[in-house]
């Protein structure tokens, strides 16, 4: 006989279900973020020992079975070629003791395929013994569940795995499992024989409580962190300890695009400025599909007296403008932030500054090191473009402009050989028809701002080995922040022979109020951290633009305006890349949010509301319909309470009534609330029998002392004078006992 | 006024007979009840576990006089009424008062005397009279009786019949003493024997007085009713013959009263009907036989009725 005399337990097979759905969730992430492949292999495994344990199977017949099953499955896997013959279960002993030997001399890095595979079987056959032993022996798996929460929060947070549904169907599941147990124990702890009727008063609002709340988990608005994801700041605060500097938020090294974006509330530089104005750092020119690098080795070459000669602009095409500004670093990186067309540095610490010519990253200089100034000013001169609106437009389309400078032009419409040939397509499509280049890249611009595209810093993902970062963005996610608009913009310019850079930096900052002289001061902080496409118009120079949804950019009917950034307001939040799309661009009031609302958007609800009607109407339904199931739970929820706060109630109502028959009311309403506390009367049994139950239960002698008056206004029709007045405190008394 | 205590003149009653009485502090109480409620007791036990003690304790108590029949299967009625004998001095019969003209009558084994005798005894408990060739004479106030019953001889005994056990109010039982009351008892008995040196604590206009109050006690009518339901359910239980009489009924409410009136209330409450029932009600009932066979007790069917009627608790 295989399975022992015990009869199967229906109740122990669900038992089981729910914990091979729990082992399930440990296995999902395994598939996705490991090399394992034939998962399905180990789950049949699983399912399979499950199965044996549940039927209770010997361990004679038990063990076997596994083996044989593990045999079929490596013979499956790793020797599929010796079917019907035994010949690999040679080569499958010999790979068995090579591995033990590494295994022992802790060489895992050599372990073979096959034998982690029996590891895992072996680890698999250990966890089914184990939930066996939790849920049949101990019926108790909090522990686990525990783990397996924290397991896929974890991967949830550290790597790409993404666990929304997984930790939906956990929670359900666990407190499912969770309460079924609890159910058991109970019953077989005190020995309560079993009815259908613990079912329905156990499972139903268990169930029912489970599903509520995970229905409203899921419906209600969730809230953005209140402080930035921890992860990358740890790593770069990890980095940063190895690096000497904290660098978190603006990170030089584009090794790798893609992830959540990495910023905090810490405040980098307090600038005085005349107009709000991005701040650049530096500029990367060759994008590799992955990343951003400089072509070109890092030159440094000194800048006397301060004095900037890059400047991006033809300096004969316009009337410039002057401007001074102040800026103030904290924990400063050994880099400068400038405006465009910054002319000259100065600062009373340092004269000697220096600028990396392949990155135009400027600097201090002493002793051949790189500082940067706790103060420096800049004098900088920007184009008004106000002048001549229509100047801009007037730069045809033309690759003969770039016949001398064969070199620069290769170098700023460079792209990898890699690059996918729909992005190049999507760029033809977007340019064509617009004669002149302001056109056309404003044409490429504004398909950021009507494509459909979401601002998003944490579920962006690191493009996969044979991915190209751009591409991913454009066709399949559509979700990210500044580098993900920013390079897209680029790599579509390049594709079609414009001449662009990509340009790393500051947003202007949150505004802090104005000094004495009119200047506006501004905090520029970690989570300012941006980057912007620079577009070279041939005699005009570098002209910024501004792709990522939801930033005010340089954007104004007349042209692009740098260093004249509009005010962009700051959400509550103080989350600057949650800002609100400037209302100067006309195609973006027009466009009544594609699809998914962006990400600023729904954090400041009150304003994105009021002005999307339409995104209004769908939300007060959904606000009424979560406002209402919200107001149905509360209401149940003070039902089930209502023995702990409807004393309170009475003791209220009852403290301003002083008239005798108030006694009787109150009396009742005593004998209701010890009804619902559990200590109910019996129909049998008097009311003097009940009140000394009672009142040996509390230690008191109150409820006797009521109930003698009671009992005489019952049996005798006569209520003393004064009885309200004399049993008040022991009626307050005995409802605060019950409370 | 809200009362837990006793009635002060009871409490001294009782603490006068627990003078000489060790313990058995129920037994008195309900003797009292029942004096009280001009009902009479029966007593079943054995002998020798202070019965005539009580009642003569009782008796003394209260300033009555007291009698004591001992009942044979010899007794005839006049032993019990008394008899008119002719006095040739007077020329004229005389009649010499038997036994039961007292107030606390003691009735010695009332089921060892044949049924004629009992019917003499039980005709005075009812008609608080007797008669005596042809003239009827009144029978002094109070009149109380208990009688006591042996339950372990059957031999020659006439039990009584259920239309006589009626008549009386309670059935009790006296019971052993606990090991450490019957020590009490024997060194209070070694010197002497306290029943002698009792003084009455009330006289027996005091008791009348008392009697009448105790008429006056309050029963609600949701307690009526509530006695009315028991008896009702002893009546249906499915093991009973014969169930409790409306006269079960009445006696349950008097002896509700008197017990209330102990308690200091001039009100009852159904704590004193739950209290009382198995008292008044046990000896009126009658098992079927098959019931009895299977070790039912009449105690069994008055607790089932008051486990099956709800206490009225609302007016």
């Known amino acids: ?739 | 006024m809200i009362h837990n205590e006793y009635n002060p003149i009871i409490m001294n009653i009782i603490q006068n007979i627990e003078k000489v009485m060790v313990g058995k502090r129920t037994v008195a109480e309900l003797s009292i009840a029942a004096l009280l409620a001009e009902g009479h007791v029966l007593l079943e036990d054995v002998p020798g576990v202070g019965k005539t003690m009580m009642v003569r304790a009782l008796a003394k108590s209260v300033g009555a006089k007291f009698k004591r029949i001992q009942f044979t299967p010899d007794l005839l009625p006049s032993d019990v009424t008394g008899v008119s004998v002719y006095n040739p001095k007077e020329m004229e019969f005389e009649f010499r008062p038997g036994p039961i003209m007292g107030n606390i009558i003691l009735a010695d084994e009332i089921n060892r005397t044949s049924p004629k005798t009992q019917a003499a005894l039980l005709e005075g408990m009812e008609e608080k009279s007797i008669t005596v060739d042809g003239i009827t004479y009144p029978l002094e106030k109070p009149f109380f009786v208990m009688a006591t019953q042996n339950p372990i001889e059957y031999e020659g005994t006439y039990p009584l019949p259920e239309a006589q056990l009626d008549r009386f109010l309670l059935k009790m039982k006296m019971g052993y003493p606990t090991p450490d009351e019957e020590m009490e008892v024997l060194s209070r008995v070694r010197l002497s024997n306290p029943i002698e040196d009792l003084q009455p604590v009330i006289t027996l206009d005091e008791l009348r007085d008392l009697q009448k109050k105790v008429k006056r006690t309050i029963v609600d009518d949701s307690l009526k009713r509530y006695i009315v339901d028991l008896a009702n359910a002893t009546r249906n239980d499915r093991d009973v013959y014969l169930g409790a009489s409306p006269r079960g009924s009445i006696a349950l409410m008097k002896a509700a009263q008197a017990y209330a009136f102990m308690k200091g209330r001039d009100f009852c409450l159904p704590d004193d009907i739950q209290y009382l029932a198995p008292y008044v009600f046990s000896h009126r009932i009658i098992l079927k036989s098959e019931a009895k066979y299977r070790g039912l007790t009449e105690e069994e069917i008055v607790r089932r009725a008051l486990h099956a009627v709800p206490v009225p608790v609302k007016r």
């Open chain 1, 1 to 739: 006989m295989i399975i022992k005399g015990k009869t199967l337990n229906p109740g122990t097979f669900i038992l089981y279900v729910f914990g091979f759905l729990l082992l399930l969730e440990w296995m999902y992430p395994v598939e996705q973020l490991t090399d394992t492949g034939n998962i399905w292999v180990f789950v049949v495994f699983m399912m399979l020992s499950l199965v044996l344990s549940w039927l209770s199977v010997r361990p004679m017949v038990r063990f076997p079975i596994k083996i044989v099953y593990v045999l079929f499955a490596l013979q499956y896997l790793y020797f599929e070629s010796f079917l019907f013959s035994f010949e690999w279960l040679f080569l499958f002993a010999r790979d068995v003791a090579e591995n033990t030997v590494r295994l022992f001399s802790m060489q895992w890095v050599e372990l073979s395929d096959m034998f982690r595979s029996v590891l895992f079987f072996v680890l698999l056959g250990l966890m089914t013994y184990l939930m066996r032993y939790w849920l049949v022996e101990q019926r108790k798996i909090l522990g686990f569940y525990v783990m397996t929460i924290v397991f896929i929060t974890v991967l949830d947070t550290f790597t790409e795995y993404d666990a929304s549904a997984a930790i939906i169907r956990t929670l359900v599941l666990g407190f499912l499992l969770l309460g079924i147990l609890t159910l058991l124990r109970v019953t077989e702890k005190e020995k309560i024989p079993w009815r259908p009727e613990i079912l329905k008063y156990w499972l139903l609002p268990l169930a029912f409580l489970i599903t509520a709340s995970a229905f409203f988990a899921w419906l209600t608005p969730k809230a953005g962190p209140k402080w930035p994801d921890p992860v990358p700041y740890i790593e770069s605060f990890v980095d940063g300890l190895r690096n000497g500097t904290i660098g978190a938020g603006f990170d030089s090294d584009e090794t790798k695009l893609g992830g959540p974006f990495r910023g905090d509330d810490q405040v980098r530089y307090v600038t005085k400025t005349r107009l709000p104005h991005y701040w650049r750092v530096e500029t990367k020119d060759v994008y590799t599909g992955k990343s951003w690098r400089s072509s070109q080795e890092e030159t440094p070459v000194s800048l006397p007296d301060g004095e900037v000669f890059f400047f991006p602009f033809t300096r004969d095409y316009f009337t410039l403008k002057a401007y001074e500004a102040y800026v103030e670093t904290y924990n400063g990186a050994p880099f400068l932030i400038y405006p465009a067309g910054t002319l000259k540095i100065s600062s009373p610490e340092y004269n000697v500054f220096a600028a990396d010519m392949s990155t135009e990253r400027i600097y201090a200089n002493a002793d051949g090191k790189k500082y940067v100034p706790q103060r420096y000013g800049v004098f900088y001169a920007v184009p008004s473009f106000d002048a001549d609106p229509d100047l801009l437009k007037q730069v045809p389309v033309s690759r003969a402009a770039f016949s001398g400078e064969e070199d620069f032009y290769q170098r700023y419409t460079q792209l990898p050989g890699t690059l996918p040939s729909r992005v190049k397509k999507l760029a033809e499509e977007l340019t064509a028809g617009h004669t002149n280049l302001y056109d056309q890249v404003k044409a490429v611009e504004n398909y950021f701002h009507e494509g459909g595209f979401v601002y998003e810093q944490t579920n962006v993902p690191v493009p996969g080995r044979k991915e190209d970062y751009v591409d991913q963005f454009l066709f399949e996610t559509k979700m990210g922040y500044c580098d993900n608009f920013s390079t897209a913009m680029v790599v579509l310019l390049r594709s079609v022979g414009i001449p662009s850079r990509w340009v790393k930096g500051y947003t202007e900052g949150r505004y802090r109020g104005v000094d004495g002289e009119g200047y506006e001061i501004r905090e520029i902080t970690n989570n300012h951290a941006h980057s912007w496409p620079e577009v070279y118009f041939p005699g005009v120079g570098w002209v910024p633009f501004e792709p990522t949804v939801g930033y005010g950019g340089f954007g104004s009917q007349n042209g692009d305006l740098p260093g004249a950034a509009p005010e962009v307001p700051e959400s509550p939040a103080e989350q600057p890349e949650m800002t609100e799309p400037d209302g100067n661009e006309p195609a973006e009031e027009q466009e009544p949010e594609d699809g998914a609302p962006e990400n600023g958007q729904e954090e400041s609800a009150d304003e994105a509301v009021s002005e999307h009607p339409q995104g209004r109407a769908k939300n007060i339904h959904l606000l009424l319909a979560a406002a209402s199931g919200f107001a149905g739970l509360l209401a149940s929820g003070f039902y089930v309470t209502r023995k702990k706060w409807l004393p309170y109630y009475y003791l209220h109502r009852f403290r301003g009534r002083n008239e005798n028959e108030a006694f009787l009311e109150a009396y009742r309403v005593l004998l209701k609330q010890l009804e619902r506390r559990g200590i109910k009367r019996r129909p049998e049994q008097t009311l003097g029998d009940y009140a000394q139950t009672v009142d040996k239960k509390f230690s008191t002698a109150d409820m006797s002392m009521m109930t003698k008056h009671y009992e005489q206004y019952l049996y005798k029709g006569v209520l003393e004078e004064d009885s309200w007045r004399t049993l008040k405190e022991a009626w307050e008394r005995l409802m605060k006992t019950l409370a």
